[in-house]
């Protein structure tokens, strides 16, 4: 059911207060029910990132589906693939739940005013790079969407159990093909290892900017959207991944690297926030290769959408006779 959308002028500080006390309390909440213009805003904002990033996300894995090195590979990344394009579905139509058109989101997407996730504007040099996207970037994305599966947006949150279950195998089969390759020829172990060195970094600006940076963590923490911050998200990640290289004799290319036994966290070095920037404003390495490609494919598949809304016109023309 979609709720029409309300208003600045609604949120008067009683309703406010009883939607904080039932976040507050854990409640779950639907989308029929009341909420404040802001939370539906930032909703619409986060969510529509996310499928943004599900769909261009296809584009630098679908690259290599031709030249994978045996059949098993290539039908791991064509179903690896298609899970993106399902997982973008799930949270377009969850964002259709809070009032908003997924086709006013899509376009724009494709006119370059929406944002989707920085690491999917670098490009795939080599077969090397599927697994290490997998093993980082499908790792990362399972650390922020576990969280987000305990949501306080009950569409956003159930959308996120059946992600998760397919990005685990998304990072499986990731880490299989760098530990293949780790353990593989000279020439493989370079390949892979150069792989981790221009992974490394992106990877961990996926989380967004630092907690001092970010501009909505504050507010999504408070309101439940989110459960952790971009820092504690990002800490986990590293703490995560380091034993996991390894454990394939892979080195992070991070010479900061240290464990902290108090923590019980691995310290690393600072993040490269222009680089960070320059990407999200659109100056990236693949920014303008992306976007044209999503243009392209919305323009090729223009007759199905056409085809379709004729077949729904006339299907509601004869019920509407019967």
Same mark, same amino acid.
């Given at each position: 059911?979609t709720?029409?959308r309300?208003t600045p002028?609604s949120d008067?500080p009683?309703?406010?207060a009883a939607f904080?006390a039932r976040?507050a309390?854990g ?14 805003r930032q909703?619409?904002?986060m ?5 943004h990033?599900e769909?261009?996300?296809m584009?630098p894995?679908g690259?290599?589906?031709?030249r994978?090195?045996s ?5 791991a990344?064509?179903?690896k693939?298609?899970?993106e ?6 949270i ?12 006013e989101l899509?376009?724009?997407?494709l006119?370059?005013?929406a944002k989707?996730s ?5 490009p795939t040099?080599s077969?090397?790079?599927?697994g290490?996207?997998g093993?980082f970037?499908? $790792?990362?994305?399972?650390v !922020?969407?576990?969280? #987000?599966?305990?949501?306080?947006y ?5 959308a996120m159990v @059946?992600v998760?279950k397919?990005?685990n195998?998304h990072k499986?089969?990731g ?6 390759l780790a ?9 892979v290892q150069?792989a981790?060195n221009?992974w ?6 996926m989380?967004g900017p630092?907690?001092?940076d970010?501009?909505?963590?504050a507010?999504?923490i408070?309101w439940k959207?989110?459960?952790?911050t971009?820092?504690?998200l990002?800490?986990?990640f590293v703490n ?6 390894a454990?394939?004799q892979?080195t ?7 464990y ?7 310290h690393f070095?600072?993040i490269d926030?222009?680089?960070f920037?320059?990407?999200?404003r $659109?100056?990236?390495p693949c !920014?303008?290769?992306r #976007?044209e490609?999503?243009r392209?494919a ?6 199905v @959408?056409?085809?379709a809304a ?6 509601r023309a004869?019920?509407?006779?019967a």
């Amino acid at each position: 059911m979609t709720q029409t959308r309300s208003t600045p002028q609604s949120d008067d500080p009683a309703r406010v207060a009883a939607f904080e006390a039932r976040i507050a309390a854990g409640e779950s909440i639907e989308p029929k029910d009341w909420m404040p213009d802001k939370y539906r805003r930032q909703l619409i904002r986060m969510m529509s990132q996310h499928a943004h990033s599900e769909i261009v996300g296809m584009l630098p894995e679908g690259n290599w589906i031709t030249r994978a090195p045996s059949l098993r590979r290539k039908i791991a990344l064509i179903a690896k693939v298609q899970d993106e394009a399902g997982h973008g579905l799930y949270i377009y139509c969850g964002t259709e739940t809070l009032g908003v058109d997924r086709g006013e989101l899509i376009q724009q997407l494709l006119d370059g005013t929406a944002k989707y996730s920085s690491i999917f504007n670098y490009p795939t040099l080599s077969w090397a790079d599927i697994g290490v996207i997998g093993w980082f970037v499908d $790792g990362a994305a399972i650390v !922020n969407q576990t969280i #987000l599966a305990k949501a306080s947006y009950g569409p956003y949150a159930r959308a996120m159990v @059946r992600v998760c279950k397919e990005e685990n195998f998304h990072k499986r089969q990731g880490y299989e093909i760098v530990a293949t390759l780790a353990n593989g020829t000279p020439a493989q172990k370079a390949m892979v290892q150069d792989a981790v060195n221009r992974w490394w970094w992106p990877s961990l600006m996926m989380f967004g900017p630092s907690d001092t940076d970010s501009p909505n963590t504050a507010e999504l923490i408070r309101w439940k959207v989110k459960r952790k911050t971009n820092d504690e998200l990002r800490q986990r990640f590293v703490n995560l991944t380091v034993p996991q290289a390894a454990a394939v004799q892979l080195t992070l290319p991070d010479p900061s690297l240290a464990y902290d036994a108090t923590s019980e966290n691995w310290h690393f070095g600072p993040i490269d926030w222009d680089e960070f920037t320059q990407v999200i404003r $659109g100056n990236g390495p693949c !920014n303008r290769e992306r #976007l044209e490609a999503r243009r392209k494919a919305h323009d090729d598949g223009a007759w199905v @959408r056409e085809a379709a809304a004729v077949h729904a016109a006339k299907q509601r023309a004869a019920s509407a006779a019967a």
